[in-house]
């Protein structure tokens, strides 16, 4: 079971975790880590923000794109590399189904 600090994060591990070995998954989720996260303190790594991978040129994703679904940097550019919460939904309408 996933469990991490942002939806954003979740998302683009289900999508790793999507048609693969669990091998796979770790090498997909780990190459934007290495490249994009941030270092933190014991030589760790952050799981990239939103910003970060859609401000990352094109180019940055070439070896990262063989084991990285094409989805998951278009994910992060629809995010819009805000790192601003999300607007809530608006209320149903009334009559609306459940």
């Known amino acids: 079971m996933l469990r991490s600090p942002t939806v954003f994060e979740d998302v683009v591990k289900t999508i790793c975790t999507t048609n693969c070995a669990w091998s796979a998954t770790v090498r997909m989720v780990g190459a934007p880590v290495s490249e994009l996260g941030v270092e ?52 149903k309408r009334p009559g609306a189904l459940s």
């Open 40 to 91: 933190a303190p014991g030589g760790r790594r952050t799981f990239p923000t939103p910003a970060a991978m859609a401000e990352a040129p094109e180019t940055s994703y070439k070896d990262v794109a063989r084991r990285l679904p094409r989805a998951v940097p278009a994910l992060a550019r629809r995010c819009g590399g805000s790192s601003a919460a999300p607007r809530p939904r608006s209320p």
